[in-house]
């Protein structure tokens, strides 16, 4: 059922992103009186479609894409008859418009879904958005080692200003065993600290070691529980244990040095400060009250226009980051196991799809983004790699040549195969005990 259900979420998430995608390029070049003749989801043979007027419509047997083939594309003899719907009968300001359309469309897809989202409700833990002040730093973690202390606000990572504990879990995230210089405010100094990170996790993620300070919120709270019998109840804010600031990392580590022993928790609950006794459980040779704990969180709903603007927002910060991303990748500051091929792909939306509706649009909205903004990248099959040769074309004021054309598509298609092939491999060798050497036997 694992099985199926991944591939279901997988088709649903690219079927939306292909049709949406192709459907800019389908619309614009209607819209300019080019026809299109084919309308694919998938590459390589026909499976099944329909035919209707001039469009075949058609599913095809890779599903790792789509296309639309408009007629005269991708023909660059002058030479040959052309008929007033050729594709190389429009201006290249048509022709940029039909290109452009589909990564457009994709943006465009993930503005309205994080403005439908918006206006739903959002619940986000409350310490990403807080400036970012250290509040715990782990025992023996680089952060420890650099000389970092609780109280420390972060101002910048390798010259990048951070203001909230998102910007720094991605600045931090996206760099694993890398030499960060950490720029701090501590009182009233300034200080440069060096720290080389770690990595965690098979996607090589970036660790440092220090944290927020992040508050427990009870998410559940078990029957019969010492936490039920204590009064405590889901949405309350634990802010100190007998009179001491606890925070995420360290109240569970209180809670089960202390089997058998009264603890004054105070609490917020509904704007109100409340003080409650409760007994830790003894089990094994720890303490338990038995609560599903979680970072404090907030819900935020906005109006259309809020929902609009805080869309816009997130998705140009969301598009900085993709390019950071990409730069970093390129210099070798970021680790190609961050990458996520169709493999990834699949089992991120599998467990989209498990949470619930508004997570799968979340999702859908997120990758929609990225393929809007890699698709526009200067390489020759994809449509950035066409509107760079237009772009040329327009600089030099004449066409290039129908055998510079060829050269440039047949390197694009030697890159898109290395490019599929890499990220496939890439998905499959961080299930791999040993990464990329567990392929070299074979």
């Given at each position: 059922?694992?099985?199926?259900?991944?591939?279901?979420?997988?088709?649903?998430?690219?079927?939306?992103?292909?049709?949406?995608?192709e459907f800019g390029h389908f619309f614009m070049a209607?819209?300019?009186?080019?026809?299109?003749?084919?309308?694919?989801?998938?590459?390589?043979?026909?499976?099944?479609?329909?035919?209707?007027?001039?469009?075949?419509?058609?599913?095809?047997?890779?599903p790792l894409g789509g296309y639309v083939k408009?007629?005269?594309e991708g023909?660059?003899?002058?030479?040959?008859p052309i008929t007033p719907d050729d594709f190389m009968a429009k201006t290249r300001w048509e022709r940029f418009l039909i290109l452009v359309m589909g990564s457009l469309m994709n943006i465009l897809l993930a503005i309205v879904l994080m403005a439908i989202i918006n206006m739903s409700g959002v619940t986000v833990p409350e310490y990403l958005e807080q400036p970012p002040v250290i509040g715990w730093i782990d025992p023996g973690s680089p952060a420890e080692?650099?000389?970092?202390?609780?109280?420390?606000?972060i101002l910048?990572?390798?010259?990048?200003?951070?203001?909230?504990?998102?910007?720094?879990?991605?600045?931090?995230?996206?760099?694993?065993?890398?030499?960060?210089?950490?720029?701090?405010?501590?009182?009233?100094?300034?200080?440069?600290?060096?720290?080389?990170?770690?990595?965690?996790?098979?996607?090589?993620?970036?660790y440092a070691g220090f944290r927020a300070k992040i508050l427990t919120q009870v998410m559940m709270v078990n029957p019969g529980s010492p936490a039920e019998k204590a009064g405590l109840k889901p949405g309350d804010?634990?802010?100190?244990?007998?009179?001491?600031?606890?925070f995420f990392y360290n109240f569970v580590k209180t809670i089960e040095s202390h089997p058998e022993e009264p603890l004054v928790l105070t609490i917020e609950r509904q704007g109100q400060s409340l003080e409650l006794t409760v007994v830790p459980r003894k089990e094994g040779n720890v303490g338990k009250i038995g609560i599903l704990q979680g970072p404090k969180s907030i819900t935020r709903k906005y109006s259309v226009l809020g929902a609009i603007k805080q869309s816009l927002k997130e998705n140009t910060r969301n598009t900085f980051l993709v390019i950071n991303f990409l730069k970093d990748l390129l210099t070798g500051q970021a680790s190609t196991r961050q990458l996520g091929g169709p493999l990834e792909i699949a089992?991120?939306?599998?467990?989209?799809?498990?949470?619930?509706?508004m997570a799968m649009l979340s999702w859908i909205a997120i990758i929609s983004l990225q393929l809007g903004i890699l698709n526009l990248m200067p390489i020759p099959v994809f449509d950035g790699g066409q509107i760079f040769v237009l772009m040329i074309e327009g600089i030099i004021r004449r066409d290039l040549s129908p055998k510079m054309r060829e050269i440039w598509m047949q390197i694009g298609f030697v890159i898109f195969v290395f490019i599929i092939v890499f990220v496939i491999l890439n998905d499959i060798v961080k299930r791999l005990p040993s990464g990329w050497k567990s392929l070299i036997p074979f």
């Amino acid at each position: 059922m694992t099985i199926i259900g991944t591939i279901v979420a997988f088709l649903i998430v690219f079927g939306v992103l292909v049709f949406v995608h192709e459907f800019g390029h389908f619309f614009m070049a209607k819209l300019v009186g080019v026809r299109v003749e084919v309308f694919s989801f998938g590459y390589g043979k026909r499976l099944f479609g329909i035919k209707k007027g001039e469009t075949d419509y058609r599913v095809s047997l890779l599903p790792l894409g789509g296309y639309v083939k408009l007629l005269g594309e991708g023909m660059f003899d002058r030479d040959r008859p052309i008929t007033p719907d050729d594709f190389m009968a429009k201006t290249r300001w048509e022709r940029f418009l039909i290109l452009v359309m589909g990564s457009l469309m994709n943006i465009l897809l993930a503005i309205v879904l994080m403005a439908i989202i918006n206006m739903s409700g959002v619940t986000v833990p409350e310490y990403l958005e807080q400036p970012p002040v250290i509040g715990w730093i782990d025992p023996g973690s680089p952060a420890e080692k650099a000389g970092l202390q609780v109280e420390d606000q972060i101002l910048k990572i390798n010259n990048r200003a951070v203001k909230t504990w998102n910007d720094v879990e991605i600045a931090v995230g996206s760099k694993p065993e890398k030499l960060l210089t950490v720029e701090i405010k501590r009182g009233e100094e300034l200080l440069q600290i060096p720290l080389k990170t770690e990595k965690v996790t098979r996607y090589e993620m970036g660790y440092a070691g220090f944290r927020a300070k992040i508050l427990t919120q009870v998410m559940m709270v078990n029957p019969g529980s010492p936490a039920e019998k204590a009064g405590l109840k889901p949405g309350d804010v634990i802010l100190a244990v007998n009179g001491q600031p606890v925070f995420f990392y360290n109240f569970v580590k209180t809670i089960e040095s202390h089997p058998e022993e009264p603890l004054v928790l105070t609490i917020e609950r509904q704007g109100q400060s409340l003080e409650l006794t409760v007994v830790p459980r003894k089990e094994g040779n720890v303490g338990k009250i038995g609560i599903l704990q979680g970072p404090k969180s907030i819900t935020r709903k906005y109006s259309v226009l809020g929902a609009i603007k805080q869309s816009l927002k997130e998705n140009t910060r969301n598009t900085f980051l993709v390019i950071n991303f990409l730069k970093d990748l390129l210099t070798g500051q970021a680790s190609t196991r961050q990458l996520g091929g169709p493999l990834e792909i699949a089992s991120f939306s599998y467990a989209a799809m498990k949470m619930g509706f508004m997570a799968m649009l979340s999702w859908i909205a997120i990758i929609s983004l990225q393929l809007g903004i890699l698709n526009l990248m200067p390489i020759p099959v994809f449509d950035g790699g066409q509107i760079f040769v237009l772009m040329i074309e327009g600089i030099i004021r004449r066409d290039l040549s129908p055998k510079m054309r060829e050269i440039w598509m047949q390197i694009g298609f030697v890159i898109f195969v290395f490019i599929i092939v890499f990220v496939i491999l890439n998905d499959i060798v961080k299930r791999l005990p040993s990464g990329w050497k567990s392929l070299i036997p074979f």
